[in-house]
T-cell receptor, first 111, second 114 residues
Framework: SQQGEEDPQALSIQEGENATMNCSYK?????LQWYRQNSGRGLVHLIL?????REKHSGRLRVTLDTSKKSSSLLITASRAADTASYFC???????????FGTGTRLQVFP | DAGVIQSPRHEVTEMGQEVTLRCKPI?????LFWYRQTMMRGLELLIY????????DSGMPEDRFSAKMPNASFSTLKIQPSEPRDSAVYFC????????????FGQGTRLTVV
């Protein structure tokens, strides 16, 4: 069964706007990661945030983690058409390296 | 490194036939994962190996599915006999392991069972 649920399921925005995706999970975690998947391709790792961190930045990406609410958000600032993809959160529990993925958000950025 | 390599990229087979999917993880990675992706069920973890040993196969749907990792550089996922509902994209991924869980994915095998 999937650990995480993401919302929205789909998001459409214009280039230059910010995109925010949310992930909720069910059990305690060690790390939470975000991945990107272009159509027909494998997933690509974007960023990892540890359970003792609250916020992390990487380029135009900003990730927050609230362990009390068991939720995370991914913000993509100044979006580009090339950001069009599906975005997934994934969690691991720390006792194993098993990585469980959420349901994903499909992002469409219009030029 | 060339990344995680999966073969074949596409497979079309008839119901009842045996299907074998192959994966070469990144050299030095100790954890290997097989995932299945469908529109209905999303990305499901089928089985997870660590140091070539199956650690968790609770996601394997039925006895028709089996996976092996005979050495650190090769893994297979076999479906016998295949059924139309097995049609999906199957991904292999690897990570360093031991708490270093950033996963690297292959390009996937798109399986169609007719």
């Amino acid at each position: 069964s999937q650990q995480g649920e993401e919302d929205p399921q789909a998001l459409s925005i214009q280039e230059g706007e910010n995109a925010t995706m949310n992930c909720s999970y069910k059990t305690s975690i060690n790390n939470l990661q975000w991945y990107r998947q272009n159509s027909g391709r494998g997933l690509v790792h974007l960023i990892l945030i540890r359970s003792n961190e609250r916020e992390k930045h990487s380029g135009r990406l900003r990730v927050t983690l609230d362990t009390s609410k068991k939720s995370s958000s991914l913000l993509i600032t100044a979006s580009r058409a090339a950001d069009t993809a599906s975005y997934f959160c994934a969690t691991d529990k720390g006792d194993t390296d098993k990585l469980i993925f959420g349901t994903g958000t499909r992002l469409q950025v219009f030029p | 490194d060339a990344g995680v390599i999966q073969s074949p990229r596409h497979e079309v087979t008839e119901m009842g036939q045996e299907v074998t999917l192959r994966c070469k993880p990144i050299s030095g990675h100790n954890s290997l994962f097989w995932y299945r992706q469908t529109m209905m069920r999303g990305l499901e973890l089928l089985i997870y190996f660590n140091n070539n040993v199956p650690i968790d196969d609770s996601g394997m749907p039925e006895d028709r599915f089996s996976a092996k990792m005979p050495n650190a550089s090769f893994s297979t996922l076999k479906i016998q006999p295949s059924e139309p509902r097995d049609s999906a994209v199957y991904f292999c991924a690897s990570s360093l392991g031991s708490g270093r869980t950033e996963a690297f994915f292959g390009q996937g095998t798109r399986l169609t069972v007719v």
